[in-house]
């Protein structure tokens, strides 16, 4: 168990190292970050100071270890727009999208695995055959445009709730419902599936040779097993809602880590997206980890197993 | 029993397909989608890119304020609705084939040296597919596609750079296990170059995979684009994309929603079309499940 | 007079197929009483599982079952739905399945998986059914049982694991044990210790036993009684010895060219071949299944029905040209 959480450790560790090094690069993507944030048109001697102002003149591998380095210590850089702290900006909008990913996660996983064991019992049946629709109009819709229509239908034409801004809880209704509707079909079809394989193992039938009750059968014996392939996709579907977030909340217009990273883009704030790309794909790493390790203690075969 | 199936494989794949429900419909709108994207100049009744303000927010057909030369109304611009919905076709499609054509490359030669050779390669190989997997796609892709100047290019190479580990992920499964096949050994006992066998014979065996692998992405990279397109970073204006349409009518959302309500169910139809495609491939290729 | 555990009549199994309803099951009486071992035998796919199964109450919702009579451990069950047969599992009858190793769930403890039935059925308390657990495992040879309860199937092997479902399947205390191929998935010298658990366990609680199996070695360690199934019907049922001595029916006489000798069969020795292939079950059938392969067969044997010799009860051949063993003497 332990030697297992470790090479997991160390794997995680190493991709850590490879993302923050990548979105590091993407500064340079457009060629030199100091024209990029002296302005395009601006005058060469604007570019330099820039240049020596930022530290861009030095070696590349020490900017890095400069930036890694501070960024260790909490120190994300300053913001080049509004000459703030990026953590105290971050800080300021992380709630936001925190509250949304993880309010559509628990909703799609709410719809999602009672939909997917329902269906699993009688494939073909009414309820599975209503759960393929839902999973592939969920595919198939953009959720951008879905969250469009929505604030046309419920926020403009009944005037349910509110059509842009989280300032109440009403704001979070509408892009929870389509966040979690993107995220709901994938974890349906591998609750299905996995129930589908479970209930058709020796180990179903002889629990149902001993005569428990099927409830017992179903909650007890196979859906312990049948959720094991769903929790390394629900932390990959968290990281999504997450990082997929950007589009909703620009759509819903609200005040998240999507919309700043957007808004930063737009801008050529670019410690402050370098930031937000680091710390999401850190997050995904730390996620699919516990996961990972959630799984191991979930299932004996691998807790033994070094 | 076995040996008469495999040789009447092609057959009953494609009897299969004809009865699959899932490939027959997904197939015929996807085939109509194709026919428009290409022949978009002959059927398109305007030029896409044609500003009128003379004659802006026309509304579409089923409107009494309708105008039969715009059957699907004009745009904020005065542009003809239904040209742009034909032209962004081409978009969506051309989009969707150049980025799998540059991921597909990259994920297939990866995924076949990984399965292939195994050891240090596969750890190195499955190490990026790691990492790949744990960056923020979308917001990546904006980020690359800002600073390197958007273009149709440039959007192309960045996602193609960026989505090919499902296709990495699948090849190295199956080089993994058509490895230690008979055949393969036998190529390797006589000789035959890494080369040869991991293109020439490895390759073609895993076709159908591929081409389930194929239309899931291309669903991906059509609904990618159309959110990049739609967040001003993606397709430029005044190319018409169905993404960036949708972006174009959100601020007549109170009063002409059609404007967002078609490029939007035009998207889910393609998408939809791509993904019954798909789903209906794998079941007739795919190993039969009880 | 003795106790009968179960006595079935006209037992029926029928599955929805593609081309048609599939007659597996075609008619088919099983009468085992108290302390008795009853064999069934044949070919794969003649249906023998597919019996235990039905008797469980274990088929899927698609397969439809019919029987005239139904008895099992003193109630009637016949025509009744599965609710009353899923009260009995456990606790009158219990089952034992081929693989140990696929038949524990892994995620569950080996003490959870032993106590979790009775615990319900009889309300016993956790400390009294973990007693009743290690009692179980200390009978079929489990070492330790106590401090075993809290593993998890994984840190058992195959024949511990046979074991181990064996001792489930005892945990509610019932009379009937079905047994279906409980020793084929494993090594020779296990199968010998499983089969040699079953048989004191049958002596100490005077359980009656159905085991099934195509392995003759264990069929002449263990049998009393051997019913000999082909497409979907007893061609033959007799005590061992009788079967074994002199076997009437075409079918039981080309089973037993190798005649397995009780203590001198080795296990493990497979039914020899019988050259030609067991009819499609699928629609109606007339006549004797086995005609096409049959030695004997003449031109009255494609003729319904076919004849059944009863020498007494539980002792009986199908067969229009079957011959009294005393008429050859």
């Known amino acids: ?306 | 029993m076995t040996d008469v199936s495999t040789e009447t494989r092609p057959a009953t794949a494609l009897r299969k397909s004809l009865r699959n429900s899932g490939v027959m419909i997904g197939g015929t709108i996807l085939a109509i989608i194709i026919l428009i994207a290409i022949f978009a100049p002959l059927i398109a009744p305007h030029d896409p890119v044609a500003q009128d303000l003379s004659r802006r927010l026309l509304p579409p057909f089923w409107h009494d304020r309708a105008v039969p030369e715009h059957l699907l109304g004009t745009d904020q611009l005065g542009r003809d609705y239904l040209s742009r919905m034909i032209y962004g076709a081409r978009v969506s499609l051309g989009v969707g084939l150049g980025v799998i054509l540059v991921s597909g490359t990259i994920g297939i030669t990866l995924g076949l040296l990984a399965g292939y050779f195994g050891g240090w390669v596969d750890m190195v190989i499955s190490f990026a597919i790691t990492t790949r997997l744990s960056l923020p796609i979308v917001l990546v892709a904006l980020a690359a596609v800002a600073l390197g100047g958007a273009s149709l290019i440039t959007l192309i190479t960045v996602l193609g750079l960026l989505l090919w580990d499902r296709f990495a992920v699948v090849s190295r499964a199956a080089a993994q296990s058509l490895r230690h096949q008979e055949f393969i050994m036998g190529l390797r006992a006589i000789g035959a170059s890494r080369f040869r066998i991991l293109f020439l014979e490895i390759l073609p065996n895993m076709q159908s995979t591929i081409l389930v692998v194929v239309t899931l992405e291309v669903a991906n990279v059509i609904l990618l684009e159309a959110a990049l397109s739609f967040l001003g970073l993606g397709v430029r204006p005044p190319t018409p994309s169905w993404g960036l349409m949708i972006s174009e009518g959100r601020d007549n959302i109170l009063f002409d929603p059609w404007l967002i309500a078609m490029p939007g169910s035009a998207l889910c139809l393609l998408v939809l079309a791509v993904n019954l495609f798909g789903d209906g491939m794998r079941d007739v290729t795919g190993p039969v499940r009880k | ?329």
């Open chain 3, 1 to 329: 007079m003795t106790e009968v555990l179960l006595d079935i009549q006209n037992l029926r199994v029928s599955l929805p197929t593609e081309r048609g309803l599939l007659n597996a099951v075609r008619g088919i009486d099983l009468r085992i009483e108290r302390g008795q071992t009853l064999c069934l035998v044949g070919e794969s796919g003649c249906g023998k599982s597919l019996t235990a199964m039905a008797i469980m109450g274990l088929l899927p919702r698609y397969a439809k079952v019919t029987t005239d009579t139904f008895q099992m451990a003193g109630q009637d069950l016949t025509g009744k739905g599965h609710a009353k047969l899923a009260q009995m599992r456990g606790r009158e009858v219990a089952m034992i399945f081929q693989d140990p190793t696929s038949s524990l769930n892994p995620t569950l403890t080996v003490g959870r998986q032993l106590t979790e039935g009775v615990m319900r059925s009889e309300r016993l308390s956790r400390t009294e059914a973990n007693k009743r657990a290690t009692e179980m495992l200390d009978r079929v040879g489990i070492s330790n049982p106590a401090a075993r309860l809290t593993q998890y199937p994984h840190a058992f092997s195959g024949g511990q694991r046979q074991r181990i479902m064996i001792a489930s399947a005892l945990m509610g205390r019932p009379r009937l044990l079905i047994a279906d191929e409980p020793t084929t998935a494993l090594d020779v010298t296990i199968q010998a210790q499983i089969l040699g658990v079953l048989g004191e366990l049958q002596t100490e609680l005077g359980l009656s036993l159905m085991l099934i199996t195509h392995d003759l070695g264990v069929v002449a360690a263990i049998a009393t009684d051997v019913a000999v199934m082909y497409a979907g019907r007893i061609a033959e049922q007799a005590p061992a010895r009788d079967l074994f001595a002199a076997p009437l029916h075409p079918y039981t006489q080309g089973l037993l060219r190798a005649i397995p000798v009780p203590g001198v069969t080795p296990r493990g020795t497979e039914l020899p071949a019988i050259p030609g292939r067991v009819p499609g079950l699928i629609g109606p059938m007339h006549g004797c299944a086995f005609r096409d392969r049959c030695p004997l067969a003449g031109p009255e044997c494609a003729n319904d029905p076919v004849p059944r010799l009863i020498r007494q009860p539980g002792q009986f051949v199908e067969c229009y040209k079957a011959i009294e063993p005393e008429a050859t003497i």
């Open chain 1, 1 to 306: 168990m332990l030697g297992y959480i470790s090479k997991r450790l160390l794997v995680a560790f190493c991709v850590c190292a490879t993302v923050s090094a990548i979105s590091f690069a993407l500064m340079f993507l457009s060629g030199d970050p100091a024209i990029a944030i002296a302005g395009a048109g601006g005058r060469a001697q604007d570019a330099e100071a820039v240049r020596i102002a930022y530290g861009f003149d030095r070696p590349i591998v020490v900017q890095y270890l400069d930036w890694i380095g501070s960024a260790l210590t909490g120190d994300l850089g300053r913001s080049i727009y509004f000459n703030v702290p990026v953590t105290e900006i971050i800080g300021n909008r992380v709630g936001v999208t925190l509250n949304l990913g993880v309010l559509s996660f628990l909703l799609a996983l709410v719809v999602a695995v009672p939909l997917g064991i329902a269906a699993a019992l009688r494939p073909n049946g009414w309820i599975d055959r209503l759960a393929l629709v839902l999973a592939v109009t969920g595919q198939a819709i953009p959720s951008f445009w879905l969250g469009l229509m929505a604030i046309v239908v419920f926020g403009v034409w009944y005037g349910w709730v509110p059509i842009s801004g989280a300032e109440t809880w009403q704001g979070y209704i509408l892009p929870v419902i389509v966040l979690s509707y993107y995220a709901m079909p994938a974890m349906m079809r591998i609750t299905r599936s996995g129930m589908i394989d479970v209930l058709a193992t020796d180990y179903i039938r002889a629990a149902r040779a001993k005569g428990l009750p099927m409830g017992t059968v179903i909650f007890r014996h196979a859906l312990r097993n049948a959720v094991l392939p769903l929790v390394s996709l629900a932390a990959v579907q968290l990281g999504l809602l997450l990082s997929g977030s950007i589009v909703i909340e620009s759509v819903f217009a609200l005040n998240g880590l999507g919309r700043l990273a957007w808004e930063s883009l737009l801008r050529s704030d670019l410690p402050v997206v370098q930031a937000i790309i680091l710390i999401l794909s850190l997050l995904y790493v730390l996620l699919t980890t516990l996961a990972d390790i959630l799984n191991a203690v979930l299932d004996p075969r691998l807790r033994g197993a070094s």
